[in-house]
Nanobody, 127 residues
Framework: QVHVLESGGGSVQAGGSLRLSCVVS????????MAWFRQASGKKREGVAA????????NYADSVKGRFTISQDNAKSTFYLQMNSLTPEDSAMYYC????????????????????WGQGTQVNVSS
């Protein structure tokens, strides 16, 4: 069984920064893909950033390009989302997802790609 745990959310003023963390443990396979999604109240869950752990390739939603950075630690068990220049539109529950095992090699922002999810961490950005 794969366990996913997010942390690092909170409240920040517009223009501020937050770093989210995601710890993956359990029966994980090798070289999974990881992604951060978010879901604002009344909206669908949307992909924000994705990472191929094998080679470090990344993919970002247009709305966060240049502001958010997805990364991993050397052990490839903890993943981060550095969020800078936050705006109120970034307010949402942020979820970490993993394929659990080797992925297709492309850092997908499609929700169905990821089979394991955490409970989410809330981010609130005030103007």
């Amino acid at each position: 069984q794969v366990h996913v745990l997010e942390s690092g959310g909170g409240s920040v003023q517009a223009g501020g920064s937050l770093r989210l963390s995601c710890v993956v443990s359990g029966a994980t396979g090798t070289d999974p893909c990881m992604a951060w999604f978010r879901q604002a109240s009344g909206k669908k869950r949307e992909g924000v950033a994705a990472l191929v752990t094998l080679d470090g390739r990344t993919n970002y939603a247009d709305s966060v390009k240049g502001r958010f950075t997805i990364s991993q630690d050397n052990a490839k068990s903890t993943f981060y989302l550095q969020m800078n220049s936050l705006t109120p539109e970034d307010s949402a529950m942020y979820y970490c997802g993993t394929t659990g095992g080797r992925c297709g090699g492309f850092p997908s922002l499609v929700r169905a790609t990821y089979g394991y999810w955490g409970q989410g961490t809330q981010v609130n950005v005030s103007s």
